[in-house]
């Protein structure tokens, strides 16, 4: 498995930007799909973004769509999730996701958590009003 650990999370305002990063470690990163998931008090954990091995792929959730880009960078071992726009109905704790999937299954299908191998210890947003 691999390692994950998040980092980026804290206090804005609504409109303000924030760039979250997943910095892995073991096993090779770029044989690893990537995605990012959310959790806000008292809801389910949701998937927000998933990127492919090479970063040629992206998928979304409805609810970012416009807003956040995933991005994946393999010679640093990292994901990234850059966040524009940011609306308090984002607030949450993000987690990064690692999973090995065959590459020819489209990323669009990896929006269920428990597709995901490893999970980093997920980091706070918080966005004001």
């Known amino acids: 498995q691999v390692q994950l650990v998040e980092s980026g999370g804290g206090l804005v305002q609504a409109g303000d930007s924030l760039r979250l990063s997943c910095a892995a470690s073991?096993?090779?990163?770029?044989?690893?799909?990537m995605g990012w998931f959310r959790q806000a008090p008292g809801k389910e954990r949701e998937f927000v973004a998933a990127?492919?091995?090479?970063?040629?792929?992206?998928y979304y959730a409805d609810s970012v769509k416009g807003r956040f880009t995933i991005s994946r960078d393999n010679a640093k071992n990292t994901v990234y999730l850059q966040m524009n726009s940011l609306k308090p109905e984002d607030t949450a704790v993000y987690y990064c996701?690692?999973?090995?999937?065959?590459?020819?299954?489209?990323?669009?299908?990896?929006?269920?958590?428990?597709?995901?191998?490893?999970w980093g210890q997920g980091t706070q947003v918080t966005v004001s009003s």
């Open positions: 990127i492919s091995y090479s970063g040629g792929s992206t």
């Open positions: 073991g096993r090779t990163f770029s044989s690893y799909a």
């Open positions: 996701a690692a999973a090995i999937i065959s590459p020819l299954r489209p990323v669009s299908t990896m929006v269920v958590a428990d597709e995901y191998d490893s």
